[in-house]
């Protein structure tokens, strides 16, 4: 096969053969009905667009990316003057922008993500860093100043986002994952968990957060924490706080949020434990604590959001949501409804990137004139910190509206009613800003055109009145009473918000609405009446304190209201109760003579007041109950965080004459919980007839192996023998025993090799890996043994990487390869492990008595001999072949008609994707790849495969361990305690280290997915496996 061109200029063919230029990339995008889309700009007026935003006068402020990640890679920059904050502009009103202006450009400027033009201001927020600054008339910068300072995530997508103009004045803003120490203009410090706290600080926030604060960076206040990455918020005219935010890549749990003020998001777990650590789902929404998701947006890469409130667009776009999703390259309209306490949405695409799979959008703003403006990153992927576009000089803006609507910029009047009318309900937040200003200015003399505002028909125009009318002389009171009477319950949470915006006693201010007849609205006051220095840590029940007696009348009011089924009220519920469970508890016992009912039950499960274990313990193990009280108080049990509640939990499971299918759920909840909250029952004397019961019941032995798997105690292997040994069993339980019972306990070698050969398949292989890990003397006859046997598939490759790694199974393995005597269907395999032997990412730990012990050294000069001579000898004996030419996806298209059930095939083989990378089912050791064909085009797909080590997911960078002993271990740390550190090595492969085995350790930049993979495919072969990938969405 002809051989093309080295890698490095196949990613330079993809950049010229796999782009369209703009004008046919506009051609092929797909628009929701009556809709136009046209360029506005493109190439090389902009480069890799991360933000833009539409001031006033209709022209679009883009921040540029292309020094994205260089940094942080140690390589050099593209372009060495910086990146430039630009602005476009149309001066003749024909659709495209024919005039370009560097606002600003130097090389502190890298990779900003949020920008907004307010007035004379310009916000740009850039970690560690958010930015303003001053400009005059005409766009000359007067000064330059940092706000606020003290964000994480330089150079990285997960820093401080884009400021966002609030209906009530203020700024709202976001931040991602990666920490932040903050202090705002006003002296007040807020910090993420994990930074340095000093003497007397306040407990950390957890990851990604929302934050509020005035114009000046002073009154810095966090709304919600514990996101992961979220991009930019969007705030309606009501005040209502929406955001999405980004999953671990490859588990398709991207989110629309409403923001719930206090709320806790769920991407850590309790104690600040990943979702991996703590066994729990990937947003936590199991737990109580967790406020609940508006939409799951599935795979994607979620970035900007706009809310939109104008009236171009077709009237059913008019206050929803719009949202940038590069990932699944559209633009998608989010139509929310009420859902209970809360919202859920439907999505639509409103433009989609159609044929071109380059196209990604990465923001969208409002214009003056009600049109859209989306900006379109442009590159073969998004993600993993990488871009395809090798140069970075793509990018492209597009102007979205009906059909037939040219674009024009009102003109802006702040000196006449009439003008500030237009202005004031003006669709662009640049626009409105200014309005806002104008009329705050005026102070009581604005009550008058305020309210007309205020008894208009448009609600938009009408909510916006109200947040500045509420705090003016004695017409603000009487506005905000009116807005709670409002027959419309967003009036009556908008004269609630206004009420506390201008300092009202809210408890006398809700009175009125506590049995009103909108959960909404009762959600919004239990809310207002939560103590927000009680929102640390996330999850716990903290210290407790006696509230007023009006605060617990009015609690107690709303929480009869509960209907037991709705989790949004039900959340907002908790969270007014932080720091006053006990007492909240005790008032509904007294209400109810002790005895509560189902909804209220639910509710003490979201409320874990400490108060109530002993009637938990009572109720769970009473007959006169009914099964689904009891298995509700189990739950609740379950959930708390003292250590009593664990050794309850363990009584009963050791002790309860209980129905099994109950001591089956509580030991599922314990289980649970000794990877979370009750991390210290590890070493607690019940634990092991814990385990015996766990073991014994059917219902609860894979959680029993789990446990065991990771406890990694020797006391367990007899149990896990006996399971794995059980024909009663399932074979994939029986497999997970072998895989947990694979310890460092040779006197079951005999028992292993036994179970090897015979039984279910899955059996078998488990049971080869479980031979490897013990690593005995000797062992090769006995794998080639296998190896040539008739043995199925799965297990024959077990045992051939068995093989290969000890440097005698290493020669064993070519002595069949010159003999003849290697199956040809192992033989793909065999090459693999021989020419990079010595290469393997995290295999077992060699015995002593093995010849040469394989050590994770790679290439260089530091290889032993012996494995250089197995590397020599197998390229003379199982040479690898001549590397194939791999051309762009474009070219493979034209030359190869790829079939999806063959790439299927070569997906599912024994050395194929699924040995590390599942299709919507348990992850083994990459990402779940069952959506990666919405979220990557097959160019993208393709420079991933070819080059695993250029954009490594955060979650997936490996750690190089080096052993006292002198070995070396790459893999994922999984897990890591003050007494052990787990490291998963391979698929369904988990080492355990004591922290004392640890001479070193260091992140690696190499990919736990290996190069080459493509090596033994024919072209044809790889157009099929990209036609598979293509079709996973």
């Not at 999953?247 to 991996?276: C, I, K, Q, S, V």
């Not at 214009?367 to 990488?386: E, I, R, T």
């Not at 004269?495 to 201010?509: E, F, P, S, T």
């Amino acid at each position: 096969m002809k051989r093309l061109v080295p890698c490095c200029f196949l990613l330079l063919v993809s950049v010229v053969e796999g782009q369209q230029a703009p004008e046919q990339t506009v051609a092929g995008l797909d628009l929701a009905p009556g809709l136009e889309v046209t360029r506005f700009a493109s190439e090389p007026a902009l480069s890799n667009p991360t933000n833009i935003t539409v001031d006033e006068r209709g022209r679009v402020w883009v921040l540029e990316a292309v020094n994205y990640r260089r940094a942080s890679r140690k390589q050099p920059d593209l372009r060495p003057e910086g990146d430039r904050i630009v602005i476009l502009e149309d001066t003749d009103h024909d659709g495209q922008a024919d005039k370009v202006r560097t606002f600003d450009q130097s090389p502190e400027i890298r990779a900003p993500l949020g920008i907004a033009v307010l007035g004379d201001k310009v916000y740009v927020s850039q970690s560690p860093d958010l930015i303003v600054y001053t400009k005059d008339a005409d766009d000359n910068i007067v000064k330059k100043e940092v706000l606020l300072t003290g964000w994480g995530g330089v150079d990285h997508d997960h820093g401080v986002h884009a400021v966002v103009f609030g209906p009530d004045g203020k700024l709202y803003f976001n931040q991602g994952n990666t920490g932040f120490d903050i202090t705002d203009r006003s002296g007040k410090r807020i910090r993420s968990k994990g930074e340095d706290a000093g003497e007397g600080a306040e407990p950390g926030y957890y990851e990604g957060v929302a934050l509020r604060m005035n114009t000046d960076g002073t009154e810095l206040e966090v709304l919600g924490q514990n996101f992961r990455n979220p991009y930019e918020l969007a705030v309606d005219s009501f005040g209502n706080v929406f955001q999405t935010d980004n999953d671990d890549d490859g588990n398709a749990w991207t989110r629309l949020l409403y923001n719930m003020e206090g709320g806790n998001y769920g991407f850590r777990g309790p104690l600040n434990r990943t979702w991996r650590e703590d066994r729990g789902s990937h947003w936590h929404l199991e737990l109580p604590g967790v406020v609940p998701l508006v939409l799951r947006t599935g795979a994607g890469s979620p970035c900007g959001l706009a809310v939109y409130e104008g009236r171009v667009l077709p009237e059913k776009y008019r206050g929803q949501l719009l949202h940038a999703e590069a990932g699944q390259r559209i633009i998608a309209l989010y139509s929310l409804s009420d859902d209970g306490a809360g919202y859920s949405a439907v999505s639509e695409d409103v433009m989609n990137g159609g044929e071109d799979t380059w196209a990604r959008p990465s923001d969208v703003a409002v214009a003056p004139d009600g049109s859209l403006f989306v900006a379109d990153w442009y590159d073969p992927g998004v993600g993993g910190h990488q871009m395809g576009d090798a140069k970075g000089t793509q990018g492209r803006i597009y102007r979205l509206a009906p059909a037939g609507s040219p674009p024009h910029v009102p003109e802006i009047d702040l000196a006449s009613a009439s003008g500030l009318t237009a202005a004031f309900g003006s669709p662009n937040q640049s626009v409105q800003y200014l309005a806002h200003r104008a009329i705050v200015a005026q102070g009581e003399r604005a009550v008058p055109l305020l309210q007309t505002f205020w008894r208009r028909d448009d609600p938009i125009l009408k909510a916006r009145a109200l947040w500045i009318l509420g705090g003016l002389g004695d017409a603000g009171p009487r506005a905000i009473q009116e807005a709670l009477r409002d027959p419309d319950p967003r009036f009556r949470i908008l004269g609630l918000r206004v009420a506390q915006l201008h300092g009202a006693d809210m408890l006398r201010v809700s009175q009125p609405l506590l049995g009103d007849g909108s959960p909404l609205v009762r959600r919004e006051i239990a809310v207002m009446l939560q103590d927000r220095t009680r929102m640390l840590p996330p999850y716990l029940v903290g210290e407790q304190v006696q509230p007023s007696q009006p605060w617990l009348d009015a609690v107690t009011e709303l929480v009869e209201q509960y209907d037991g089924e709705d989790r949004w009220y039900l959340e907002a519920l908790a969270i007014a109760a932080r720091g006053r469970e006990d007492a909240l508890y005790g008032r509904l016992k007294s209400d109810h003579g002790g005895k509560l009912g189902p909804p209220l039950n639910r509710l003490v499960w979201a409320l874990r007041p400490r108060a109530a274990l002993p009637d938990l313990v009572e109720a769970i193990d009473a007959p006169s109950r009914s099964m689904e009280e009891r298995e509700l108080a189990l739950d609740t049990l379950g959930a708390m965080q003292w250590p009593e509640a664990a050794r309850a939990m363990e009584s009963f499971i050791t002790g309860s004459s209980s129905p099994a299918a109950l001591v089956e759920r509580a030991f599922g909840l314990y289980s649970h919980q000794l990877f979370s909250l009750w991390m210290e029952a590890r070493t607690s004397p019940a634990l092991p007839a814990v385990m015996r019961k766990g073991f014994a019941l059917p219902g609860a032995q894979s959680a029993a192996v789990s446990v065991g798997d990771q406890l990694k105690d020797p006391q367990y292997v007899p149990e896990l023998l006996a399971l794995a040994k059980s024909a009663a069993a399932i074979p994939e339980a029986r497999a997970a025993a072998l895989e947990s019972a694979a310890m460092d306990e040779p006197r079951y070698l005999n028992d292993f090799q036994a179970l090897a050969e015979r039984g279910p398949t899955p059996v078998r292989a488990a049971a080869v890996r479980a031979v490897a890990n013990l690593a005995p003397p000797n062992i090769e006859p006995w794998a080639q043994k296998l190896v040539l046997s008739d043995a199925p598939n799965e297990v024959r490759t077990s045992a051939l990487r068995l093989l290969a790694e000890s440097a005698a199974g290493l020669t064993a393995i070519l002595d069949m390869a010159e003999e003849g005597t290697l199956p040809p269907e192992l033989r793909t395999l065999a090459r693999n492990v021989t020419n990079h032997a010595g290469e393997q990412r995290g295999g077992r730990r060699e015995s002593s008595q093995s010849p040469v012990a394989l050590r994770q050294t790679g290439r260089g000069d530091d290889v032993e001999p012996a494995i250089l001579a197995i590397r020599e000898r197998a390229a003379k004996v199982l040479p690898m072949p001549a590397a194939t030419q791999i051309p762009t996806s474009f070219q493979l298209d034209l030359s190869y008609r790829g079939v999806v059930a063959d790439g299927r095939k070569w997906f599912e083989a024994d050395a194929g994707c699924a040995a590390c990378h599942s299709l919507g089912g348990k992850n083994a050791l990459g990402p779940d790849l069952s959506a990666i064909g919405a979220k990557y085009g097959k160019q993208a797909m393709l420079d991933h495969i070819v080059n695993p080590n250029d954009a490594i997911g955060p979650e997936y960078i490996t750690t190089m361990f080096t052993l006292k002993s002198g070995d070396q271990l790459l893999g994922l740390v999984v897990d890591e305690a003050p007494d052990r550190i787990v490291v998963q090595t391979g698929a369904g492969q988990q080492r355990r280290l004591a922290p004392s085995d640890v001479a070193s350790r260091q992140r690696s930049q190499v990919s736990s997915m290996p190069e080459g993979l493509l090596d033994n495919l024919s072209l044809q072969q790889i157009a099929d496996l990209l036609e598979f990938l293509s079709t996973l969405k």
